[in-house]
């Protein structure tokens, strides 16, 4: 009995403290958001309480004030182009490599996660060349060509673990009953991946949000900034930190997103669980 | 490519015959678009990183002319910040590594099991990784302000911090203001934001460890940490190899939170490779200076990854 106490109050207090540890900043984010400057600033206050009315004033400013809407249209339609590139290479590619072209491509795993494990620390120099070459420096469809070289890779190495823990025997009937391997591919086996065709969505919309090194290095101009990139330099300047609506903006972004990941955490945990064993 | 190999089972084959040709011709045209885009925008940019790297190009003469040789190469290790900027990344991503596996482990543990409520306390573990990394940095750089820092009010509460006590003389402790400290914070800030991914991948290994070697633990009265090491953590072997190079690839090619946070200083005390990288070729113009630095880091990563992946491979197959 004692014993299983023990256990319980564990649990509990391991819980809470890794909750505490993931929270923590998030909530000094969101008082921070509505405080006023005149409290924000008083070093005497205790930081973690209203000591002045909240204020939806920085809020305000970060959509009236600033280009906030046009970087979140940026990310947002970078990320759907994103997807949808990401999709049609990927998709058809693990297939093949699944299906299609012989054994060597169900061992080609270990070599297309080593092309996703080169870092873009490692390409963003000859990549910005390539950009200005094709004078695509300064918009959003430099960054809409590039996102691709870290998903591609990655959705297809996804993607394979997935086709070939799949069993082949509903295409093959298919193929009797006279569809042909682009029809068994299109109606049967597509379908019957949707999990990892949903995780690479939600990976290849989720990049363009999160990449700092691309969308730093090959746009400089505000209208094509997505919101990683754009709220750092938008928001500080020089030594002036708008750190209520800083907040603010990190907020808007991460708390949907959150959500959806926190909602999606039992699929996450069963899509790793086929491809690190097949995959690699 | 031999079509003969590729159709799958010998019967099917027999019966269908040319299936195996069409597939082979299907599956060239399915794989080329993918194969064609990644040589266009990894190969060659890989092959011109090097070009560069041993070029003389700068932001104003971005040609590839001018051949150095090992020339840049030299020059950027002979220059004070490289072995600083090295040492710091690998210490940083070694600590990262160490810290994350460590709670990635213990937590999974706990969220291996049913309890009431876990879809919300999921939402709120999750919530680093959701944050975008710049964003992310820009939240601790206000968490660790020099001035305003809760943090330090907290120590200044329970009388850690401030003039007589443990940790003061001075009110703050200037997070990014020291070197040691710097790199520590940097450090917690990887573990923060990389931590809800270990974990996914770490349970996705804990849950499919069957549940009828706890059960016979249980039978025979074996106690929590004896069951943690003797079961759990061996039977994670190869999963927590996958989470290290992840976790690895992730803070060593990382630039972001050194760029936002300590801009790599003060001096250069708290630079790692990739943002001196980025502040030498892209804000300093020298493109072929900046392309050497990034190489330096190949060999480290090409070497972890093999041997994270042989490790992986020869545990999988035992």
């Known amino acids: 009995m004692m014993k299983g106490l023990l256990r319980r109050v564990g649990f509990w207090v391991g819980l809470l403290l890794f909750a505490l540890f993931a929270v923590f900043p998030v909530v000094w984010m969101l008082i921070s958001t509505f405080k006023q400057t005149g409290d924000l600033y008083n070093a005497g206050n205790n930081p973690f309480l209203f000591n002045l009315p909240p204020t939806l004033e920085n809020v305000t400013f970060l959509f009236t004030g600033t280009h906030y809407p046009v970087f979140l249209w940026n990310s947002f339609l970078i990320g759907v182009l994103v997807v949808v590139i990401t999709l049609s290479l990927a998709v058809p590619a693990a297939y093949s490599l699944s299906r299609l072209v012989g054994r060597w491509g169900e061992r080609s795993g270990i070599a297309i996660f080593l092309v996703y494990l080169i870092p873009p620390t490692l390409l963003f120099i000859p990549l910005f060349q390539l950009i200005s070459a094709i004078n695509a420096s300064n918009t959003i469809w430099s960054l809409v060509l590039v996102y691709p070289t870290i998903t591609v890779p990655f959705c297809t190495w996804l993607l394979l673990g997935f086709f070939k823990s799949m069993p082949r025997e509903m295409e093959e009937a298919a193929l009797i009953d006279g569809c042909s391997r682009w029809q068994a591919f299109l109606r049967v086996a597509m379908p019957m991946a949707w999990p990892g065709i949903a995780t690479c969505v939600v990976f290849a919309f989720a990049l363009p949000l999160s990449d700092y090194i691309y969308a730093a290095s090959f746009v400089s101009s505000t209208s094509a900034r997505t919101v990683s990139a754009g709220v750092p330099t938008e928001l500080i300047r020089g030594d002036v930190y708008y750190w209520q609506s800083l907040m603010a903006a990190a907020a808007i972004v991460t708390i949907p997103l959150a959500i959806a990941y926190g909602l999606l955490f039992g699929k996450l945990v069963k899509g790793f669980q086929t491809e690190p064993a097949s995959g690699v | 490519m031999a079509t003969d190999s590729t159709a799958p089972p010998p ?36 092959m011109l990183a090097i070009a560069l790297s041993t070029s003389s190009a700068t932001v104003g003469a971005p040609g590839i002319h001018g051949f150095v040789g090992l020339q840049n190469f030299i020059d950027v290790m002979h220059q004070p910040a490289f072995p600083v900027a090295l040492r ?26 049913d ?13 680093p990784w959701a944050m975008p990394v710049s964003l992310a940095a820009v939240n601790w750089l206000w968490l660790l302000d020099s001035q305003f820092s809760p943090v330090d009010w907290i120590l200044r509460q329970l009388h850690l911090l401030g003039p007589g006590t443990l940790l003061g003389p001075a009110n703050h402790l200037y997070y990014y203001g020291r070197e040691w400290l710097g790199l520590a914070s940097i450090t917690m800030i990887n573990v923060w934001r990389l931590l809800p991914l270990a974990t996914i991948i770490v349970l996705a290994g804990r849950t499919s460890i069957p549940r009828d070697i706890y059960e ?77 630095v990034a190489l330096f880091m190949f060999p480290i990563l090409l070497a972890a990854a093999v041997l994270a992946l042989r490790m992986a491979f020869r545990q999988e197959n035992q």
């Open chain 2, 88 to 113: 710091n990344s690998v210490i940083v991503t070694l600590a990262t590594l160490v810290v994350t596996i460590i709670f990635a482990t213990a937590e999974s543990e706990l969220f291996a099991r």
């Open chain 2, 11 to 46: 019967a099917a084959g027999e019966r269908r015959p040319g299936i195996g040709d069409r597939s082979g011709l299907l599956g060239g045209l399915m794989l080329a678009p993918a194969v064609i885009y990644i040589v266009a925008l990894v190969g060659v940019p890989f």
């Open chain 2, 216 to 292: 016979q633990a249980q039978v025979d009265g074996a106690g929590f940490f004896r069951v943690l090491f003797r079961i759990t953590v061996p039977a994670l072997g190869p999963i927590l190899v996958v989470v290290s190079m992840f976790t690895a690839l992730m803070v060593f090619g990382d630039m972001t939170i050194t760029a936002i946070t300590t801009h790599g200083g003060p001096g250069y005390s708290t630079q790692i490779l990739p943002y001196w990288a980025f502040v030498k070729g892209i804000d300093g113009g020298a493109l072929s200076q900046g392309a050497a």
């Open chain 2, 115 to 127: 309890f009431r409520g876990k879809w919300f306390w999921q939402i709120i573990i999750i919530l």
